[in-house]
Each structure stands twice: as structure tokens, then as C-alpha cells.
């Protein structure tokens, strides 16, 4: 099967460096498993390297953006995972379940191999809280379709809990939320690029004027000047860190 991120993947990495921020609440989350599952890496983002890991991802496209030194990866989809139960103290999966065309098949495979936890990075939906979203509406349409419920996590596991991620207004992972408070960020095509939601509406152009116009205008920052003083925000951001037991 072709898959998207062969296609929208490319130059992944330029615009997408872990944050060292989200690095430390992800390295809490982790504790200390001594063996770790990174499912949906990608390049290899927040993969811890002071234990043993092991990836599993299913495009060429992002494993030819790994670091040589990173650990080993295996070439799968989440919802066949090829390892025995129970082999890894510790499953991740960040910013990649809302990507899976079976979730709950890529959720089970990941309690069936993970002993302890199964941590997944993930978000809320948008709604009223994101400002991008006056501009690009069928974003909040696509996500109401694929991010998981917490119900969802919470009929699968015995016990879940939640940390919030509150994005900071320098994020270096240039997720679709990253540049809150750079808004003109949004109109260069690289960043765009680096953001799966811009791939997956029909219509980008109109929402790209609105927001040149807003922001040569002033109209932009009078609404928003709030913001410019913030350091971190709540956008919806969060881990869920689920156990069997
Ligand atoms: C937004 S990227 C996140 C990558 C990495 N976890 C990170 O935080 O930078 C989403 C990743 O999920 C992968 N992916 C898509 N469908 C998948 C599936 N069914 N099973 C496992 N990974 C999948 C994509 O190939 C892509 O590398």
C-alpha cells in the first residue's frame, strides 16, 4: 500500500526537531521502562537513546530520515506488530495514532507487546481554542474524523491518565499548532509541508489569503495581542498514559 507519509514526508525533519520541553514530559511519562517501543516514529523524534528502543514505521520516505546512530527500525504498521507479547516494558506512540486507518486494531497491537505502559502523544480536537482554525475550518472537520476519543483509551485500558502538553510559543517541533504565535509562519510552504492537516483539506488558498490580508492589515494582531505575551498554551495538546493493571 502507498503510504502518505512517502508522499508528505520529504523534508519532514527540517521543520519537525524534537522539543526539548515535550522531550521532558515524554521522558517522565517513561520513567524507567527498560525497554521501549516507538511506533509511528518517523525520524525518530523524542525515541529515548539511554535504554534499549526499537522503531517501528511503515515509510520509507521518514526511516531515510533517521539519524545512522538512532536505533534499529522495523518496517511495519501498527496493526500487525511483529513481536510476542509482552516484549517491551514500554509502547509509544506520538503524533501518529490519528494517522492509522485502524486505531483500535494499532491500540490493542500496542498493549498486546508493551508490560507496563503505552504512552500516546496526542490532541483533543481543535474546536474554539485555536485562532488557525478561523482561517482553515475543514481542519476541524478532518480532526473530528480521525482523533481518538478518551473513551476510547479508556475502554481499552484499565487505567488511563492524562498530561497536558501546553505547546510553547517557540516550539521547535513545528506540529500543526507550533507556530501560535508566529502566525506568519503559516504562509511559508515548507512549514505548511511539515503539517499533515494542510495535506489532507481541499482548500488551503482561501484561508492563506485571509490570513496575508489579516496580517498586513493589523486586523490579526489587534484580535490576538494577548498572545504575544504568552510563553505556553493549552491547545489541546496531551499524553495519555495508559496501563493494563
Ligand atoms: C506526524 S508523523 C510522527 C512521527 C514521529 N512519531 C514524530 O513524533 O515526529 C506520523 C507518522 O506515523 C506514521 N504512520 C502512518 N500510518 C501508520 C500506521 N498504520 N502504523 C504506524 N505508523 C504509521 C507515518 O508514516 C509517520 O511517520
Not at 68 to 97: C, E, I, K, M, Y
Amino acid at each position: 500500500m502507498a503510504e502518505f507519509y512517502d508522499q508528505i514526508g520529504i523534508g519532514y525533519r527540517d521543520y519537525r526537531a524534537p522539543d526539548p520541553r515535550i522531550q521532558a514530559l515524554i521522558n517522565e511519562a517513561l520513567g524507567d521502562a527498560r525497554s521501549v517501543l516507538n511506533v509511528g516514529a518517523g525520524a525518530g523524534s523524542y525515541e529515548p537513546i539511554d535504554r534499549p528502543a526499537l522503531a517501528v514505521e511503515p515509510s520509507a520516505v521518514m526511516i531515510a530520515q533517521r539519524k545512522p546512530a538512532l536505533n534499529p527500525v522495523v518496517r511495519a504498521h501498527a496493526g500487525a506488530l511483529p513481536f510476542p507479547d509482552d516484549s517491551f516494558d514500554a509502547a509509544l506512540a506520538l503524533l501518529t495514532v490519528h494517522h492509522w486507518p485502524d486505531r483500535s486494531a494499532g491500540l490493542e497491537e500496542m498493549r498486546r507487546v508493551a508490560r507496563r505502559s503505552v504512552i500516546v502523544f496526542t490532541h483533543d480536537g481543535f474546536h474554539d481554542n485555536f485562532w488557525l482554525m478561523d482561517y482553515f475550518p475543514e481542519i476541524l472537520e478532518v480532526d473530528d474524523r480521525i482523533m481518538p476519543t478518551v473513551e476510547e483509551f479508556e475502554s481499552m485500558y484499565a487505567s488511563v491518565r492524562e498530561v497536558r502538553v501546553p505547546v510553547p510559543g517557540d516550539c521547535c517541533d513545528g506540529f500543526l499548532a507550533a507556530y501560535w504565535r508566529r502566525p506568519e509562519a503559516y504562509l511559508d510552504p515548507g512549514v505548511r509541508s511539515a503539517i499533515s492537516a494542510f495535506a489532507m483539506i481541499d482548500n488551503v488558498e482561501t484561508g492563506l489569503t485571509k490570513l496575508r490580508d489579516d496580517l498586513a492589515s493589523g486586523a490579526w494582531l489587534s484580535r490576538h495581542r494577548e498572545l504575544m505575551e504568552c510563553d505556553r498554551l493549552d491547545l489541546g495538546y496531551k499524553l495519555a498514559i495508559a496501563s493494563p493493571d
